[in-house]
């Protein structure tokens, strides 16, 4: 799956592997975000108000 | 046959990112939290010394040495305010394992360092009611066995100001918007917040303790009030 992801980005193979490079960041970032916000559902520190 | 195949692959993909939360939840949240917290252990003995020649500088009484002669009348000795997430403090609670250098603040990033003050309410050893939330089970969990506390059981915040010993008098579980717990009090009060049950933001678990030693308890209360017996 990975594979066919990445024959069906544009350019030559440069171009390619900074477009990963740059979806995999973001991707990260994405999770990072969704985690921390996830994690409140396990525990929002207890705060009351 | 392609979709056995393409649901296998969901599943597979489903189960990592679970793993993946629950692993930065329960590990890497852990890890972000113990870097503060040594990097401001290591701080805050200074940021001690810079709090008490703020107050100096203001003419501002600073809490003598315990074995220091006590003043005739009690005096209130007053705590310099933090700056936002900075940290402040110390709490020890040694029924509840708890032993964490608090910040000020209870924002999202200010909790990723450990237990932090309401800053809408007193310092700890001021009077009135301090309140301190702190996370039950990511984030280093500092308040994850506060359940283990019982009436009678000792907390120690360290200040500025000096050493301020409470005693625990309730421990109550509330809702999440049950700010009255958070309200102020007659007295010298340390409010302690955190998530309950534990891996649940479902409830709140509230532990209600009473000011009985420290620089401002005889301001407080008198010095003749044993308020320990009470």
């Not at chain 2, 503060?36 to 003995?45: N, P, S």
């Not at chain 2, 005739?72 to 394992?97: D, G, K």
């Not at chain 2, 450990?114 to 702190?134: D, E, R």
């Amino acid at each position: 799956m990975v594979k066919r992801l990445y024959n069906a980005l544009p350019g030559p193979t440069g171009v390619r592997i900074a477009l990963v490079v740059v979806l995999v960041v973001v991707a990260l970032i994405a999770l990072a975000f969704l985690f921390e916000r996830a994690g409140d559902f396990i525990d929002n520190g207890g705060v009351i108000r | 046959m392609r979709l056995i195949r393409g649901f296998g692959w969901t599943m597979i993909w489903a189960g990592g990112l679970i793993f993946a939360f629950l692993a930065y939840q329960l590990w890497g949240t852990g890890l972000i939290t113990a870097k503060a917290q040594r990097e401001a252990a290591q701080d805050l003995d200074q940021i001690f010394e810079e709090s008490v020649a703020e107050l100096e500088a203001a003419g501002l009484p600073v809490a003598p040495e315990p074995e220091a002669p006590a003043f005739a009348e009690p005096v209130l000795y007053p705590e310099p305010v933090p700056s936002s997430s900075s940290p402040f403090a110390r709490i020890q609670i040694p029924a509840a394992n708890v032993d964490h250098i608090v910040f000020e603040g209870v924002e999202r990033d200010d909790l990723k360092k450990g237990p932090g003050h309401m800053p809408w309410t007193p310092l700890p050893g001021q009077p009135g009611n301090a309140v301190i939330s702190g996370h039950r089970t990511t984030y280093e969990a500092p308040f994850y066995d506060l359940d283990l506390l019982e009436a009678g059981d000792p907390i120690t915040v360290q200040t500025a100001t000096g050493s301020h010993r409470y005693t625990v008098r309730e421990i109550l579980i509330v809702e999440p918007s049950d700010v009255w717990v958070t309200e102020d009090r007659e007295g010298a009060w340390l409010t302690l917040t955190t998530c309950h049950p534990k891996a649940s933001a479902r409830q709140r678990l509230v532990v209600v303790a009473e000011l009985v030693d420290g620089p401002n308890h005889a301001f407080v209360y008198g010095p003749s009030d044993d308020v320990e017996a009470g």
